[in-house]
């Protein structure tokens, strides 16, 4: 096997083929006579110009509004123009296990994202290549959404860790993966699965002390307490609450009552710690269907999108769940889906800031074909369209720490835009009722995306 710096820098180089190298733009666009939805209150301003210069949105005006002849006009007449979608919880096959998936895999993951309006990423399983491809992009030298990058999943031993990652038993052991990953350059600090109660303690501390914010599951063996009351910023899966608080230590409660007060109380001790929550609603509803029927998922036309290689432990005779779920159970599965519905709603009804995650990559969630999933079953659970997107432009933003540059549009901004067909206010299946995308300042056209996604689809299987 290659070392892993040459390796890199050939993913990152074949990466930069496949996702299209990005030519400066010295241009400037205009969205004419556009409505444009704010991300703060559920407000369209109708009859707005946007003008874009650079990779920054340069003003917003009443229309009409002189528009420079340089300018690339855009007819907004009839349409929405919203902030690009963050999806805080990706999967870049290969790169999180140092480099040895296949570089035209993550080059469609990257198209498949920006053809959904994903604009903005957090890779939830890190490693040195996924932070050279971070850095590549920021550079302008891959076009991609921009990456935020979590360091190597920090998990015990016999937690279930796949072949090949590493684990952490020791508060020592876990200082100096913590240290490391700061010096290399993580954005985050990722827990995984059951923890030592001293480790997950040094865990918490390290990551404090060197300014890297906790993310992940809730330690299955400690109870949501040990989160919340650890500070760690973002807690993944509504099904974390399951294991850790709602099934801890008993079975699943079946009283609409006794749900709805346990719901208050831990939704409370949430919101009182802080953190913030990606429910993942559409992974789980997604083991469900696979355990009722994989079939259908498997003959999705997206799935021609993905390389053979990326999506072999989906099949039924290697797929995780299909070995260790069963349809006799599936009743139980779809009681503790209307749970996690409940918990959503009291996150939301408790000003807990809940974000948009996708986790794909686990079989059958499609790379930013996810997010419609998840967007529309955010919205099922109970929250409005306005409170879906805020989910996953404004409040995305701030828990990036970028509330101020981005998740907005809005004069000085930047401009990762989404230019829609219909109202996503009225239903948030219309975020992805798309005329096209511009990241970084620069526009492409729905038939453009639909090209470059399919044009490299693989024949059907």
């Known amino acids: 096997m290659k070392g892993l710096g040459t390796l890199c820098g050939v993913v990152v180089a074949l990466v930069a083929r496949a996702a299209v190298a990005v030519a400066p733009d010295t241009t400037c666009t205009a969205f004419v006579d556009v409505a444009v939805v704010d991300s703060a209150a559920p407000v369209v301003q109708p009859h707005r110009t946007v003008v874009v210069r650079g990779e920054r949105i340069d003003g917003d005006y009443p229309d009409p509004h002189p528009v420079q002849s340089a300018c690339l006009r855009i007819s907004g007449q009839g349409r929405f123009l919203v902030p690009g979608l963050t999806d805080s919880h990706v999967h870049l096959f290969g790169y999180s296990k140092g480099g040895e998936g296949e570089p035209a895999t993550e080059g469609a993951i990257l198209r498949m994202l ?18 050279r491809l971070r850095d590549e992009i920021r550079a302008g030298r891959v076009r991609g959404p921009t990456l935020y990058s979590a360091g190597p999943l920090i998990q015990a031993p016999d937690t279930g860790a796949p072949p090949g990652r590493r684990t952490f038993q020791t508060p020592e052991q876990v200082r100096r993966e913590i240290e490391e990953e700061k010096r290399l350059g993580y954005d985050f600090v990722k827990v995984h699965g059951a923890m030592p109660a001293e480790a997950y303690a040094a865990l918490i501390a390290t990551a404090r002390r060197e300014g890297l914010p906790v993310v992940g599951h809730i330690p299955d063996n400690l109870g949501v307490d040990a989160a919340l009351d650890g500070g760690q910023k973002m807690i993944v899966h ?10 801890f230590h008993r079975k699943l409660p079946t009283e609409p009552a006794e749900i ?8 409370a001790k949430t919101a009182r710690a802080g953190a913030y929550v990606q429910p993942t609603l559409s992974v789980f509803r997604q083991i469900i269907s696979q355990v009722a029927d994989a079939d259908p998922l498997l003959q999705r036309p997206e799935m021609r999108l993905m390389p053979p290689v990326a999506i072999g432990d989906w099949l039924p005779e290697r797929n995780p769940y299909l070995q260790h779920w069963s349809y006799a159970n599936l009743d139980y599965f779809k009681a503790q889906y209307r749970v996690m519905q409940r918990l959503v709603r009291g996150l939301r009804d408790a000003s807990v800031p809940l974000l948009v995650g996708t986790d794909d990559m686990v079989p059958m969630q499609l790379p930013g074909f996810a997010m419609k999933d998840e967007m529309e079953q955010m919205q099922e659970a109970g929250l409005t369209p306005f409170e879906v997107l805020k989910a996953a432009t404004a409040t995305s933003a701030k828990f990036l720490g970028r509330e101020s540059h981005s998740g907005a549009v809005r004069a000085g901004y930047d401009a990762d835009l989404i230019l829609l067909e219909a109202d996503p206010l009225e239903d948030v299946s219309n975020v992805f009722r798309q005329a096209g995308v511009m990241l970084h300042g620069h526009w492409s056209d729905e038939a453009s995306l639909q090209h470059d996604l399919w044009a490299q689809a693989v024949a059907p299987r």
Not at 114 to 131: D, F, K, Q, R, Y
Not at 260 to 267: K, P, S
């Open 114 to 131: 920006l053809a959904n309006g994903v604009t903005t990423a957090v890779i939830m399983e890190g490693s040195p290549a996924t932070l």
């Open 238 to 247: 509504a099904e974390s609450y399951l294991q850790t608080y709602f099934e």
């Open 260 to 267: 709805d007060a346990m719901v208050r109380d831990v939704t």
